[in-house]
T-cell receptor, first 115, second 109 residues
Framework: DVKVTQSSRYLVKRTGEKVFLECVQD?????MFWYRQDPGLGLRLIYF???????EKGDIPEGYSVSREKKERFSLILESASTNQTSMYLCASSFFSGTANYGYTFGSGTRLTVV | KNEVEQSPQNLTAQEGEFITINCSYS?????LHWLQQHPGGGIVSLFMLSSGKKKHGRLIATINIQEKHSSLHITASHPRDSAVYICAVSETSGSRLTFGEGTQLTVNP
């Protein structure tokens, strides 16, 4: 089974701190994604990556950056955390070839609170 | 209008009931996904469909590409089925997902 591991389940950070959310997958998937989930807004795509050192902005990239130095690891960075970034963050990976999508695996989520 | 719409938003059932959750979408897709999220946050992929019907245990998912509509059925529902069920689509020639807002299912004993 593919595993997507997020480094923390719960995180509390102070406003202005630099925050790193780590995600590691163990099945050699090319594609990795960071989403945030908020009540009433559902899941929204922050950033994604189709390959090492590649990154693409999603729908809500403002205030975030990402790093993908190795295929298995995709990091989400909050440069200067703000209270409106309090949310559930979910990482996912998938294998996608041409027009065929071979499905997604999600991590367990990180619930981040910025105080 | 959202590209992916689910109904109902909330559903309460008695144990043993047959449950249907609906999903309509307005974009071209390469696949439709049904996801399950339990309290605590982790999301599990239940089905990925591009046509027809799939069955796994008590869960059945169908899709009608012409009508841009999918249904998730749960037969003989059980309290452990209580969760949020999310419909998502991966659009034509892309792999990112667009999500519905989810259906909160509660199955009472």
């Amino acid at each position: 089974d593919v595993k997507v591991t997020q480094s923390s389940r719960y995180l509390v950070k102070r406003t202005g701190e630099k925050v790193f959310l780590e995600c590691v997958q163990d099945m050699d998937h090319e594609n990795m994604f960071w989403y945030r989930q908020d009540p009433g807004l559902g899941l929204r795509l922050i950033y994604f990556s189709y390959d090492v050192k590649m990154k693409e902005k999603g729908d809500i990239p403002e205030g975030y950056s990402v790093s993908r130095e190795k295929k298995e690891r995709f990091s989400l960075i909050l440069e200067s955390a703000s209270t409106n970034q309090t949310s559930m963050y979910l990482c996912a990976s998938s294998f996608f070839s041409g027009t065929a999508n071979y499905g997604y695996t999600f991590g367990s989520g990180t619930r981040l609170t910025v105080v | 209008k959202n590209e992916v719409e689910q109904s109902p938003q909330n559903l309460t059932a008695q144990e043993g009931e047959f449950i249907t959750i609906n999903c309509s979408y307005s974009v071209g897709i390469s696949a439709l996904h049904w996801l399950q999220q339990h309290p605590g946050g982790g999301i599990v992929s239940l089905f990925m469909l591009s046509s027809g019907k799939k069955k796994h245990g008590r869960l059945i998912a169908t899709i009608n590409i012409q009508e841009k509509h999918s249904s998730l059925h749960i037969t003989a529902s059980h309290p452990r089925d209580s969760a949020v069920y999310i419909c998502a689509v991966s659009e034509t020639s892309g792999s990112r997902l667009t999500f519905g807002e989810g259906t909160q299912l509660t199955v009472n004993p």
